[in-house]
C-alpha cells in the first residue's frame, strides 16, 4: 500500500463505517419502538 492508496481509500473506509453503524443503530431503535408498540398492544 502506498500513501496515495491509503489516502484515497481511508475516506471511503471512513464513510462505509459511518453508515453501516448508523443503519446498525437506526436498526436497534427500529427494533426498540416495534417491541414497546407490542408490549403496550397486549
Excluded: H, W
Aim: glycine residues 4%; proline residues 2%.
Amino acid at each position: 500500500m502506498r500513501l496515495r492508496d491509503i489516502t484515497e481509500t481511508l475516506p471511503i473506509f471512513l464513510s462505509g463505517g459511518f453508515v453501516c453503524t448508523t443503519m446498525i443503530f437506526n436498526c436497534q431503535v427500529y427494533l426498540l419502538i416495534t417491541s414497546s408498540k407490542r408490549l403496550i398492544a397486549l
